[in-house]
């Protein structure tokens, strides 16, 4: 689907189908269909949207031969945009929250990507005001993935429409994504939407704690890297997602769930726990005769160093 970028002497990477496949973790398990998109180009699944912002933006005279990119990222959008300049002949500017991983920030600088953290206590909120600054002071295109409908749009048009070739049948029923910038779900919705499908979206929320301490105890997880509060998302809000549920997972069942899909073979990180924790949850509402769609979103080499590998980084 990825438009080809044309550019004397350049390469740049054409994006194929990644895989679907039903995954169980437990021979009891009702199978999730998982959209493997830890195996696109630079490993997450946002190399789709970074192809798709910036080609339509180079293609629109937003950006120049040579120009600057800027995005507010806390990692995967940043590395993806970071692969996608490089191959486009274009500078990069990544502003994050100190505290992200190394292996994300040397990712991106090996890229030619330049890294601009801002202080821990302001978060992604903070790195959004200060890629806002840089891009008006240096002109740079700033591809605001919270708010660009182009985000969701890539999903639209290109993973969606991958989705319904795959799935025995061509129909999805229920659609499950933690909420980063909610191009993810809201794009697949609408894709399968529009397909005539009858889909249900889920929203994966990360929280603090045991499964087992009540409800009223727990508050969002910042531990979950790329999930944020939906509040910063405005493709999120501004969605109109039919019959949305939320379902809280706890951040240790996260972190559990993703050593166990590691431990079959599947490189991914903490989103992908998250991810595949509430399709399980999402099953038990909808019935075992329902297709469940998820994403499992990135590759676990950019988490060596987080809490994904304390146990085997000597920590507990």
Sequence with gaps: MSIPFKSEGRFVQKIEATPLVEVRLASTETG??????FLNPSGSTKDRIARYMVEKAWRNGRIEAGGTVIEASSGSTSIALAMTCAQMGLEFIAVMPEGVSRERQLMIRAYGGEVILVPP???IHGALRKAEEIAGETG???????ENPD??????????????KQIP?????GIVSGVGTGGTIVGLYSAFEEAGCEITPFAARPVRGSALQ????CSFSPCVPGVVEESVSKLYRDADLNGLIEIDISDDLVFDTARQLIRQGFPVGPSSGLNYAAA???QKKMGPEARIVTVLPDRMERYFSTELFDSMNGGS
Aim: hydrophobic share 35%; aromatic share 12%; charged share 25%.
């Design 32 to 37: 999730i269909w998982c959209k493997l998109e």
């Design 121 to 123: 206590d302001e978060g």
């Design 140 to 146: 740079a295109y700033y591809t605001r993935q919270f």
């Design 151 to 164: 985000n969701a749009e890539a999903h639209r048009v290109w993973t969606g429409q991958e989705i319904l």
């Design 169 to 173: 049948g061509g129909t999805v029923n």
């Design 214 to 217: 009540e409800l009223e105890c």
């Design 280 to 282: 399980l949850e999402a």
